[in-house]
């Protein structure tokens, strides 16, 4: 079993930056694949990022692409998603997840563990 905790998420104007931390205990998440994903009111669970279990390959859904940034330390067992240039619609319950794929898989279903969720609101 892994656990993982997310915390980060908090109120934020448009334009600014939050990040997030998902921190794991009961395993090492080097043998993990790890991604956030996000949900909002009314929508349906969406892939945000994700990380292969080395951390040399990455995916970033298209509208984030060159606002986040993923990244993972497997000696402090801690995954980062750097949020930048926030906007009203990245407001969501953010999910941190592991998977035991070695790649870096966007599918929700490949994933094995789950956070219980930090809430980003990006105000315009």
């Known amino acids: 079993q892994v656990q993982l905790v997310e915390s980060g998420g908090g109120l934020v104007q448009a334009g600014g930056s939050l990040r997030l931390s998902c921190a794991a205990s009961g395993r090492t998440l080097s043998n993990f694949a790890m991604g956030w994903f996000r949900q909002a009111p009314g929508k349906e669970r969406e892939s945000v990022a994700a990380i292969n279990w080395s951390g040399g390959s990455t995916y970033y859904t298209d509208p984030v692409k060159g606002r986040f940034t993923i990244s993972r330390d497997n000696a402090k067992n801690t995954v980062t998603l750097q949020m930048n240039s926030l906007k009203p619609e990245d407001t969501a319950v953010y999910y941190c997840?592991?998977?035991?794929?070695?790649?870096?898989?966007?599918?929700?279903?490949?994933?094995?563990?789950w956070g219980q969720g930090t809430q980003v609101t990006v105000s315009s």
């Open positions: 997840a592991a998977s035991r794929s070695m790649s870096a898989p966007s599918s929700a279903g490949r994933y094995d563990f």
